[in-house]
């Protein structure tokens, strides 16, 4: 059986600006998280195993795809699988998220840190191409963390709502700043090439935190680090995507690094979003994902109304503007993309 090339796909469309039959859409965190086949088979796995685990980031992947009939398939990972890889000592507790044993402070902590070799996960190669023979038309989306957000788990030794140490060290030590996110940079880089080389039809490089940064900060601490990651799969034809939260400041900025796409996150409307970030760039997003627990009537009418600001940018690919809620109703889902699906083949969609 032949099928589509995911080249050819709305996403992938979108993202380069090209004119689309629909306004595609997928989910951030959609591998998992609301759906309660993901808990069935997540049951008594470790995170870091599951995502290391072929067949079962196959399986995880492909149940959205399934169930909602979305756009993309979004590699099932966690922005620290490649730190993990490379040999950092980290681990995912629940309900906490990432922890980090021994805490980067020095450039001795830095120097320390291993890089990343292809070779080191050869199973993320094995679950990409497993997915790619089993989506057929669907282009798969890699995924890395970006090098800010790394460099703030592995600085704070966890999640941190203050970032001080990770601010006291950009400021107080920058050399060894730059050091350590420069090493980031190059093990996502590796983790997105990996994704990319073995089928992944576009990439998105998360970055969770950065919004806690001012834009100057961020230009002279991060936008380097963040575009050299991009940059290492800059000669493979495959759309970027770039995402943060709380970063309406940054989006030129984000843009700049290397992106075709830049993701927009719920607070800001993606008509000022395409007007800050101009022609050059697409824009993803931004359903709030709390908006998936109010009735059906304010929220078909918020997504009519997204569809309706995306078309300001030169492409528009549908999402939230951040991940699904563990706690969210999967029919709610299968209902927006219903929706954005009809709404949006009624006439010409995703090209301005």
């Not at 060894?176 to 990319?196: D, E, H, M, P, Y």
């Not at 075709?260 to 719920?266: A, R």
Request: aromatic share 6%; with cysteine.
């Amino acid at each position: 059986m032949t099928h589509p090339d995911p080249r050819d796909s709305a996403l992938v469309r979108a993202a380069r600006g090209l004119p689309t039959t629909h306004t595609p859409v997928w989910f951030m965190r959609q591998a998992g998280r609301s759906l309660p086949e993901y808990r069935e088979v997540r049951a008594d796995v470790p995170m870091l195993q599951a995502c290391r685990t072929p067949e079962l980031v196959c399986e995880i992947t492909m149940q959205p795809v399934r169930r909602h009939g979305v756009d993309a398939a979004i590699f099932f990972s966690d922005i620290v699988v490649p730190l993990a890889a490379a040999g950092i000592d980290v681990d995912i507790k629940p309900g906490i998220g990432p922890v980090v044993a021994h805490p980067v402070r020095t450039q001795a902590d830095v120097d320390a840190l291993p890089e990343l070799i292809a070779e080191q996960v050869e199973d993320i190669t094995r679950s990409v191409q497993l997915l790619v023979a089993e989506l057929g038309g669907t282009p798969l989306i890699g995924f890395a963390g970006a090098p800010f957000t790394l460099a703030s788990y592995l600085i704070e030794g966890g999640p941190s709502k203050n970032h001080e140490h990770t601010k006291a060290l950009m400021y107080g030590a920058p050399d060894v700043w730059n050091a350590l996110c420069a090493k980031l940079s190059r093990i996502s880089g590796t983790f997105l090439r990996v994704q990319a080389e073995a089928g992944a039809s576009a990439i998105q490089l998360f970055d969770s935190w950065v919004g806690a940064l001012s834009l100057p900060d961020y230009l002279r601490f991060v936008q380097p680090h963040s575009a050299a990651a991009l940059a290492a799969v800059a000669d493979l034809d495959v759309p970027r995507i770039h995402f943060g939260v709380g970063t309406g400041e940054l989006l030129a900025a984000m843009g700049e690094a290397g992106a075709d796409v830049v993701g927009v996150d719920y607070r800001l409307p993606l008509d000022v979003a395409a007007q800050r970030l101009g022609s050059a760039y697409s824009v993803q997003g931004n359903l709030d994902p709390a908006l998936l627990f109010a009735p059906r009537e304010p929220l078909e009418a918020k997504v009519r109304e997204i569809l309706t600001l995306g078309k300001a940018a030169r492409g528009h690919i549908f999402n939230l503007g951040h991940g699904v809620l563990p706690s969210t109703d999967p029919d709610a889902l299968t209902r927006v993309v219903d929706l954005v699906h009809t709404e949006s083949s009624s006439g010409s969609s995703g090209s301005a």
